[in-house]
T-cell receptor, first 114, second 110 residues
């Protein structure tokens, strides 16, 4: 069973469209994240949610809006897509607290804006 | 602000060699450090996690060390194989986020 699953795996869309990426984890983790990997393969955090509450918003444009309906899900909605949004978006999860066991990542969503 | 750097950026070795990948970070106030592997077009696979109180972790042919005081971690791969070819990323865990290094692209030729 996949621990952190993202859908879709690939997304090709035109500029100006609105799209969503979904993420689900079945690890019982309480914190979920979105990371962006740019064309130079550098990974950087976008958002983190703990128990459905936004903890980190790392200077991401307002066109990006995460939504966490429950601890196991964190979706990413992107409005008015731009060419520069083309990247691979990774969802991740972890269990917070003193016994910190590291992060588990999904397989990524490759977004191409044309 | 945490900055994580990995050296070398790329490495090409013949099969069977032992090799060391380096990771350095500027802020030693970390919870732990995690090494990942990323295959082309794929996600991240966690290799080793070293808690801030630990000095090293081992898994099979992989050994990772952590020296918080000097802001360094190394990933040692013994008897490298072509299947080890991938990009290796280190990441430091701070409050609610990982900060990733720039990665080392490894190619092991038969």
């Amino acid at each position: 069973d996949t621990a952190v699953s993202q859908t879709p795996k690939y997304l090709v869309t035109q500029m100006g469209n609105d799209k969503s990426i979904k993420c689900e984890q079945n690890l019982g983790h309480d914190t979920m994240y979105w990371y962006k990997q740019d064309s130079k393969k550098f990974l950087k955090i976008m958002f983190s949610y703990n128990n459905k509450e936004l903890i980190i918003n790392e200077t991401v444009p307002n066109r990006f809006s995460p939504k966490s309906p429950d601890k196991a899900h964190l979706n990413l909605h992107i409005n008015s897509l731009e060419l520069g949004d083309s990247a691979v978006y990774f969802c991740a999860s972890s269990l917070s607290g003193q016994n910190f066991y590291g992060y588990t990542f999904g397989s990524g969503t490759r977004l191409t804006v044309v | 602000k945490q900055e994580v750097t990995q050296i070398p950026a790329a490495l090409s070795v013949p099969e069977g060699e032992n090799l060391v990948l380096n990771c350095s970070f500027t802020d030693s106030a970390i919870y732990n450090l995690q090494w990942f592997r990323q295959d082309p077009g794929k996600g991240l696979t966690s290799l080793l996690l070293i808690q801030s109180s630990q000095r090293e972790q081992t898994s099979g042919r992989l050994n990772a060390s952590l020296d918080k005081s000097s802001g360094r971690s190394t990933l040692y791969i013994a008897a490298s194989q072509p299947g080890d070819s991938a990009t290796y990323l280190c990441a430091t865990a701070g409050f609610q986020k990982l900060v990733f290094g720039t990665g080392t692209r490894l190619l092991v030729s038969p």
